[in-house]
Each structure stands twice: as C-alpha cells, then as structure tokens.
C-alpha cells in the first residue's frame, strides 16, 4: 500500500468518527439550534455592573409572556380571557398564569412596621408647609367620610394618610388595576383584561417553541369565538424568538438546497457523468459534517443563523474539487494523479489559505455568531481541502472529454476577452473606472444601527408597541446605572437622581421611573421622614393634639396614638424588602454587590427619542450615576468595528501581497488587483444604489479578498495549455458562488441580505476582471 492510498484510509477513519460523532450529537439531542438573537450581540467592552445590569433585565423578561385580551365591553373580555385560559389548562406544563397579589391587605402587612418612614415627596412637602387645620381636616376626612379613597389598615394606624399616599403612589408605578379578580387595563376605546404569564419551559429553546406558539394561537381563536371582536395582544420574547427561528429555517433550506442543486446542475452541465458530481458532494458534506461537529464541540450550541450562513459555506467548499476536476478532465488527462497533485499542490495550498484570511476576518468581531460563522466556515474549508486532496486523486479516473456544448462555448470566450495593457483603451477605461469609483463611494451613507441584526415580523412590533404603550413599560435598553459603596449610598444616590426625573416628568419628557428607593428609601430618608413626621404632626400641641380635642380624646389617647404611630418607624432595608412578595416584579431593578461596591438600576417609562438627550444630562455632575443607552452604545461598537475592519481589510491586503510575492514575484500583484478593483467596484455599485455601508458590508469585503484571490491563483498557476481549464473552474466556482451568497442575499436578515448583495456583487466582478490581467504564467518547476 503507497503512501497516498494509507492517507486515504486514515482521511476515510477521520471522517468515520466525524460522522458517529455527529450521529451522537443529534440522536442525543445535544445539538439544538440556538434561537436568541442576543446571542449575537457584540461582547461587550464594559464593567461588570453594567454587563449585569443587561443580563438582569434580559432574564427578567426572558421568561415572561403578556397577553391582552380588549373589547369595548368588560363582560365580553372577562369570557374571552375564560376561554383562554381553558386553552392553556390543557397542557399546564407550558405556562403559569403570574397574575400578581392584588388585595394590598396581603402584601401591605410587611410594609406596616415602617410606614411613618415610607411618605411621599408630595407628602414631605406637605409636612414641611401646611398648617395644623390642614391635616386635621384630613384626619376628619378619613375618619367620618365613607369617600376617602385607600384604606389602608385602621384609622388610628395612619390618621393623616401619609401611608395611604405613598402606597397610592406605588400603585401609580403601573396602569394596570385589579379588577371583578382580574387585571384591568384601558384606552379610550377598548378595555383589556392583562394576563401575565411565566413560561415553564426555556423560551429558546425550539423544542419549547414548538410547542407553545401553537397553543397560543389555538387559545387565541377560542377567545375570537366567543367574542368574535375581541383584540388580543400577545408578547414575549419566544415569540420573537421562533419568528426568528422559522424564518432562520427557512433561508437555511433556501439556500442550503438551492444553492446544492445549482451546483450539481453545474458539474453535470460541464462534466456529463455522475462521477463528478458525487466527488463534488462528497467533498461538500465532509466541510459541512466537520464543521457542525468541531462548532458543536466547541461552543456546545450553534446559533440558528450560524447554520444560515454555514449553508453558503456550500458555494465555496466546491471550489477545490472544481479546480482539481477541470484539470484531472481537462488537457491534463494524460497524467498520473501523483503528478496532477503535486501540479496543482501549490496553487491548493495558497488558494486554502487567502480565502481562511478572509473568513479569519469575522473571527476579529466582538460577536459570539460571527466568531461561530467564522469558525464553522474555516473547518469546513479545511475538511473540504483535505478531502480533496486525498481522496480525489484515488477515486476520480481521467477519461475523454465530452463538454457541453455550453462549456465549450464558455471555453472560447476567453480568446475574446480584453486583456488589460498599456494604451488608449486601458488608459480610458482606467479613467472611466475612477470616475465611477469616486462618484458612486461619494454616494455611499453609513449605518451602524443595531436593529439591522433581527427584522421581526411586522405583526410582533405592532403588537409589541401597543401592548408597551398600554401596559406603560418601562424601556429595557435605556436605564441609570447607580452605584455606591454601600447599600446607603446607591440609594442616596437614586434619590438625587429622581429629582432631577422628577422636572422631566414636568416638562413630560418620561412618564415615571421605577426604582427600589421608590419602595425603601435611604436610612438618612427614612430618619428625615420620621424627624419631620414627630416635629409636624405628633409635637406637643400640634396637629394630634388638636385632632383629639376635635374628636372629645383627652391626652392619653394623644400619647397612646403617638406611641403606636413611633413604633411604625423601623428602618426598611433593600435586603428585607426583596424578601417580601411585593419586591417580585421589582427584584430586578436591586443588582447587590457587584465587586467591591453595590448597584441598582433605575428604569424608565414613556421615553422617546426626543427625551433621550436630556435623559443623558440628568445624570452629569452626579457621582455614581451612569446613562446607559443599550442600542447607542452597541450601534457604537459596530461603528467602531467597521472602522476597524477596514484596517483590517487594508492589512489583509499587506499580508496577502506577502504570501503570493514568494511564489509570483513581479506578477503577484495580478493576483491581488483583480479583488481589489472588484471591492471598490462593489462600494461604488452599493453607493449608487442607494445602500448605507455598514459592518456586513465590510465583513463581506473581507471575504470576497479570501475568495477573489483564489480566481487569481488559478489564471496564475495555469500554463498556455491549461488557462482555459482555470477559466473553467473560475467561471464554475463564481456562479456556485454566486448561487450560494446570491440566495442569502434574499435573506430577511438585514445583516445577511447586506453580506450576500455584497459577496454577489463582488465575486461577480472579481469573475469578470481576473481574466483581463492574465499574463504568461511564471515556469513550472
């Protein structure tokens, strides 16, 4: 047995433990597609607060599933959201209604050993301004009036009210109100029942997904039965997440098969034998069976959108096979595959390696999916490459050719194509080409938006706006960030930033702000309060005093009174109000200790673009506070990376230059120039069509060097004899090429349709041009 013949068998093993490796994996059900688009957000460069601060409000919402049930009769809405709920009975292991405590008697109780502490920044105002009459008339009013609002415990607990208005206050956080045992919420036209649920079951995962979506939507038409006008309002992020997921399935499949028939119609079209497009195949899955194994061993999950673009990796894994083939049944028939191999070895080898820099590239992103495309593409390269190399040269026998009647009219074109040289014509289309260049980059906008990496369904962004807008959420991607050494700090801190909130509110800028020093206020707040209450309201002859006289109590009723009222001044503490049922819906705000220091967050509600401005300006001069705006500050690393890239690009270039120069001399730069005046084509090409540039743009660019120099190895190893072999497999790997990345290029997936118009353009330029710069190929050694 030679040499080449062991290298087969033991290629023939490795793919064999792939390929059981594999088996494992998906009959174990290890490998499930991940669905998160978060998950393809940029790492981000920030301190451990912050980093936390987004992981809590994403997991705070990860989870949840809100559904709005309006009619204009509340009757109506209460029997659609019955039959509803009878829908989601019927697989209970699915969801948990999360409808809150709603008798305040049952949450309250915890609050009842602090209230002269817990008062209102209106009430605090009060104490510090109003008269003795004002709040014994108050006083009078909660005792004698059956009218006077929020109860809450006895009168003597809270004869002024103060507790009774800070709990108003809290209830005022959020405009949805219990209602005939259910939650309530309504606009001018419509009144909804709110039906909050908890998923039990992971939200990305797909196997959840599946199962859930189907549900809702058949407890959704149950509801639309028996009240045939009823609205309903659903949002969660699974349901972002399977949209994301179906579609994501979809352009896999799209692209994915049609890009695998495009390519056997080629290599049947060129070759007219079975044989061919098998090796072809073979060499395909091999890369794409390497390249799940290794990504799914290495990052245990591939996200769905890695498999998207892994299904392009089809148009460019053929590429070694094709070239190998258009010689092996080309002029150089006559042969022997030792020596064809050790021919076409160096041209291989270099071809391997430019097109693994272009993909290196997207390695160099902050993006977890993009570090997964970039590493499940170059596995699949390089598998396919070896599976070239040593398996063709034993299993693909050189036989008579019989091209199609179209390859052999592709062949000819090339003694028709224009050769580049010096004079009038080159000279002027050089002129025209820069002309073109210039006007159409000049043409060119940026945009870095973040959004461009997820375009949800209409119907979810319609229904997520409303629902928001109603409910009066807060915005999970702009918040504060406040932070201190201690627990009293971050809440001194929130309370200096809320009276700074508190103008905006004013000039109606924001809607509100949920906070924890909303429900515990500082120590130094909570000392303030009860010095002011005692000084105010329970000083000898103030205010108590004067209420017992209007009442017919003597003194021992006022010290008996006051006594009680002092005993309901013990300190709150963040740690005993998380403890209590009414810090759920707030326990994400609370982030604790992170490293050496303490932090909160401080969220908002009804902010607009317009506000954001002056959202930022509320936290200058105010030590530990912080604006964090999620969508500027990651738009911003796109930016900052697209600029990077194209150094990268730049240095690419460089580097690239360096490796062909050794091998080429003086006739490298033909290699090169051909994806160079392609790339700046393609810019202009998108400038004139009205395209903003953005990180894909580059990121495709990149690519299109790895690719584009591979057409350039292939004019520049040929000989006279062989060239049109080379045109052959340039031409066959661009339209492959082109199917693949052409159909992501139909992608819904702004990003990925951005890369695949590029890659499209590119090698479509590349295709046309490297044959202009052909020159006589270095001697063959």
Known sequence: ???????????????????????????????????????????????????????????????????????????????????????????????????PITDYRDWLTSFQPHRLNLITPQSETDLRSQPTQYWTDIALAKLYSPFVGLQVGAWRDDPFGLFGRWVQARAQETPVRPRDGRLSVSDDHLQYVVMPFTLRVPAFSMKSQRAVIPLLEQASQAAKKTAPLVEVLVAGVILHAAAAGDQARQEMSTIGIGSSIGIVLLIWVTFQRVSPVAMILLSVVVGCLAALSVCSWLFGQLHILTLV????????????????????????????????????????????????????????????????????????????????????????????????????????????????????????????????????????????????????PKNLIDDQIKLSRLLDTPSPVQFYIVRGTTPEMVLQREEMLKQRLDQLIEKRLINGYQAVSNWVPSLRAQTTHRQLVERSLLNEGGPLAALALRIGENGGWVAATRQQLLTSASTLTPDDFLKTAASEPWRHLWLGQVEDGYSSIVSLRGLNKTSLPELQSAAAGLEGVRWVDQVHEISSVLSRYRKYMSWVILLSYIAVYCLLYPRYRSSAWRVLAPTALASVATLALLGIAGHSLQLFHMLALMLILGIGVDYGIFFQESSTQTRQAAWLAVGLSALSTLLSFGLLGLSKTPALQAFGITMSIGIAAVWLIVPCLRYDPIPTK
Request: aromatic share 12%; proline share 5%; charged share 10%.
């Open 309 to 456: 673009f892994g299904a392009s990796l089809v148009g460019v894994a053929q590429d070694y096979g094709i070239y190998f083939l258009c010689h092996r049944f080309g002029v150089d028939a006559q042969l022997d595959s030792g020596q064809l191999l050790r021919r076409l070895l160096p041209g291989l080898v270099l071809t391997l390696v430019t097109t693994v820099i272009g993909y290196f590239g997207l390695a160099l992103t902050p993006f977890p999916g993009l570090r997964q495309m970039a590493v499940f593409s170059t596995v699949g390269l390089i598998f396919a490459w070896l599976t070239v190399v040593f398996w063709f040269p034993i299993l693909v026998y050189p036989s008579a050719s019989t091209s199609a009647p179209f390859v052999q009219w592709y062949s000819n074109r090339l003694a028709r194509w224009p050769v580049l040289c010096v004079n009038r014509s080159t000279l002027l289309a050089a002129v025209l080409f820069i002309a073109f260049s210039i006007f159409g980059v000049w043409q060119l906008g940026i945009n870095d938006d973040i959004r461009l990496l997820h375009n949800p």
């Open 1 to 99: 047995m030679n040499q080449r013949v062991l290298l087969a068998w033991v290629w023939a093993l490795v793919v064999c433990l792939l390929l059981a490796y594999s088996a494992h994996r998906w009959l174990g059900g290890r490998i499930a597609p991940n669905t998160d688009i978060l998950a393809l957000l940029p790492i981000q460069e920030r301190d451990p607060a912050l980093q936390q601060a987004f992981t809590r409000l994403v997991d705070s919402a990860q989870q949840r599933l809100i559904v709005l049930l309006g009619t204009d009769d509340w009757a109506q809405a209460n029997h659609a959201a019955d039959a509803y709920d009878r829908v989601l009975e019927q697989d209970p292991g699915l969801l948990q209604s999360a409808n």
